[in-house]
């Protein structure tokens, strides 16, 4: 027979266990990872062994999960202001800010030791290199200070297709710089529309988002202009990653509906229609957009190797 006191301390392990999940944000790097096996797969220009994706995938996922815990260590601040992020377990209290720290740091370690003995030190480099620019660039200087934060911070949730370009080549070229630079060009616009619904969350937290600083139709411009460059160069990866038509077709199909979808935003930002409502239909295709993407680059690779014999 199970005691009231045996179900409570259950009940407070299983909050405590799920907080410290929630630290690592799952869905951030749930985006990250679907990006690393396509580029691995490009990089083998087939498909590389299991237990070296394995690998990669171990490394990556505890070294994004210690700088998202990291990161929530230090906003739990202004965490606690914004209606989207109250519940995060530092700012409810399910763990101290030095428990979550250590749990953060841990991680990095591991990740690098992990990433070292079973992949290559290049990886392991790069994977905590990320980590490094997240924390001490992105929320420690550019959050709170500059309206580019995300734009500069975003160079950190490229890295991972530099860390799965590494793991299979144990060496870097053009094409996951090009990789690098998409996923770069692509976390503006994707993140400003997530921006543009939580407005007031930033204002009220003073974060200086673009869209907190600047007009709708602005954000909405910039947004237009990335999505344009985006385009060029998610075209270019074909040619230099030697891609073939599958992945020029769906690329361009792609882009098209990205750039439409923006151009469709800043028309009602000009009329004074666009909100929150509009802006999420673009952060919801540009995440489809990212996965529909790397998951053609792989594609390629494969059905031409398949095809060929």
Not at 198 to 209: C, E, G, L, Q
Request: proline fraction near 4%.
């Amino acid at each position: 027979m199970v005691t009231q006191v045996e179900q409570v301390a259950a009940s407070d392990w299983r909050r405590t266990l799920g907080g410290y999940v929630a630290l690592t944000k799952p869905r951030i790097i749930e985006l990250l990872l679907v990006t690393t096996v396509p580029t691995m797969v490009v990089a083998q220009q087939g498909w590389p062994s299991i237990g070296l994706v394995v690998a990669t995938l171990v490394g990556g996922t505890l070294a994004a999960g210690g700088a998202n815990a990291l990161n929530m260590v230090i906003d739990r601040d202004i965490d606690k202001l914004m209606e989207r992020t109250k519940n995060r377990p530092l700012v409810t209290g399910v763990m101290t800010p030095r428990a979550a720290a250590i749990f953060a740091i841990g991680l990095e370690v591991v990740a690098f030791a992990e990433l070292w003995w079973l992949v290559n030190l290049l990886s392991a480099v790069l994977a905590v290199s990320a980590t490094l620019f997240y924390v001490f660039v992105y929320t420690i200087w550019l959050k709170r200070r500059s309206s580019q934060n995300i734009v500069i911070g975003g160079a950190a949730g490229a890295v991972p297709v530099l860390v799965g370009w590494s793991a299979v080549t144990n060496s870097l070229s053009w094409a996951p710089i090009l990789l690098f630079a998409a996923i770069f060009i692509w976390t503006p616009p994707h993140f400003w529309a997530l921006a543009v619904r939580y407005r007031d969350d930033y204002a009220a937290a003073d974060v200086p988002m673009l869209p907190v600083v600047a007009s709708m139709e602005r954000t909405t411009l910039e947004m237009l202009i990335y999505t344009l460059v985006l385009a060029a160069v998610t075209m270019l990866v074909g040619p230099v990653a030697h891609l073939g038509a599958i992945y020029a077709i769906v690329a361009l199909l792609l882009n098209i509906g990205f750039i439409m979808m923006c151009v469709q935003l800043y028309m009602k930002a000009r009329r004074g229609e666009a909100g929150g409502k509009e802006a999420m239909r673009v952060f919801h295709y540009s995440i489809s957009y990212l996965t529909v993407l790397f998951v053609v680059m792989a594609a390629d690779v494969l059905i031409r190797n398949l095809v060929n014999g």
